[in-house]
T-cell receptor
Framework: QKEVEQNSGPLSVPEGAIASLNCTYS??????FFWYRQYSGKSPELIMSIYSNGDKEDGRFTAQLNKASQYVSLLIRDSQPSDSATYLCAVYSGGGADGLTFGKGTHLIIQP | SAVISQKPSRDICQRGTSLTIQCQVDSQVTMMFWYRQQPGQSLTLIATANQGSEATYESGFVIDKFPISRPNLTFSTLTVSNMSPEDSSIYLCSVEDLGGQSSYNEQFFGPGTRLTVL
C-alpha cells in the first residue's frame, strides 16, 4: 500500500517568514515527487516537481528531496497572504493505474 | 501546459441515477487520469483512461461503477453509475503533458466536477 503522509495543520506563519511543509512516503521505489497548491473550491495547481536528491529552487519555492529518508519538503520564502492554501504532496511510484498518490494536504495560513 | 475543461462543472443528482462527466483537452495527450476528491479529503486515483483500450483501475474501483471511455487523444468521459450519497465528491481529470515544457510524470488538472447525490 502506497502511502504519503503530511501534517494536516493548520500551519500558521507570519507574513514575510519562511513556511516549511513536510511529507514522507512509504514506497521506496518512488521516482517523482510533486507539490500542488489547492485553493478552496479550486483544483490542484502544480507548483514544484523534483526527481533527484537535493534542493530545487523556483522563485520563492524550494523543494527538497531525501530518498534515503523517504522525505520531501517545500519551503516558501517571504510568505505572502496569497500563499494561504492547502499544499498537497504527491508521489509517482508506477504500477497499478500508474497515477499519483497524494497526501491529505497541509493547510497553510499566512498571517498578515 | 495543456488547457483542460470539464463538463458539467457541478450537478445535483438523485440516488440510483448515473452521471457522465466529460473531459476535453486542447491538445493531444498520451495519458489521462480520473481522480476523486471527497469532502475534506485529498485526491484518490480512480483510473487511467487508455486510448483505444479498457481503462486501468486502481484498487477499490471497478468498471461497472465507473465506466470510462477514451475515444481519442483529446477526450475522455467518466460515468458514475447507480449513484449513492457516498459518491458525492469532486471528480477531476488530469493529463500527463509529455510535450511542451513539462517534465516527466507531471500532471495537470481540470477544473473539476462537483457532484452532490441526494
Amino acid at each position: 500500500q502506497k502511502e504519503v503522509e503530511q501534517n494536516s495543520g493548520p500551519l500558521s506563519v507570519p507574513e514575510g517568514a519562511i513556511a516549511s511543509l513536510n511529507c514522507t512516503y512509504s514506497d521506496r521505489v518512488s521516482q517523482s515527487f510533486f507539490w500542488y497548491r489547492q485553493y478552496s473550491g479550486k483544483s490542484p495547481e502544480l507548483i514544484m516537481s523534483i526527481y533527484s536528491n537535493g534542493d530545487k529552487e523556483d522563485g520563492r519555492f524550494t523543494a527538497q528531496l531525501n530518498k534515503a529518508s523517504q522525505y520531501v519538503s517545500l519551503l516558501i520564502r517571504d510568505s505572502q497572504p496569497s500563499d494561504s492554501a492547502t499544499y498537497l504532496c504527491a508521489v509517482y511510484s508506477g504500477g497499478g493505474a500508474d497515477g499519483l498518490t497524494f497526501g491529505k494536504g497541509t493547510h497553510l495560513i499566512i498571517q498578515p | 501546459s495543456a488547457v483542460i475543461s470539464q463538463k458539467p462543472s457541478r450537478d445535483i443528482c438523485q440516488r440510483g441515477t448515473s452521471l457522465t462527466i466529460q473531459c476535453q483537452v486542447d491538445s493531444q495527450v498520451t495519458m489521462m487520469f480520473w481522480y476523486r476528491q471527497q469532502p475534506g479529503q485529498s485526491l484518490t486515483l480512480i483510473a487511467t483512461a487508455n486510448q483505444g483500450s479498457e481503462a486501468t483501475y486502481e484498487s477499490g474501483f471497478v468498471i461497472d461503477k465507473f465506466p470510462i471511455s477514451r475515444p481519442n487523444l483529446t477526450f475522455s468521459t467518466l460515468t458514475v453509475s447507480n449513484m449513492s450519497p457516498e459518491d458525492s465528491s469532486i471528480y477531476l481529470c488530469s493529463v500527463e503533458d509529455l510535450g511542451g515544457q513539462s517534465s516527466y510524470n507531471e500532471q495537470f488538472f481540470g477544473p473539476g466536477t462537483r457532484l452532490t447525490v441526494l
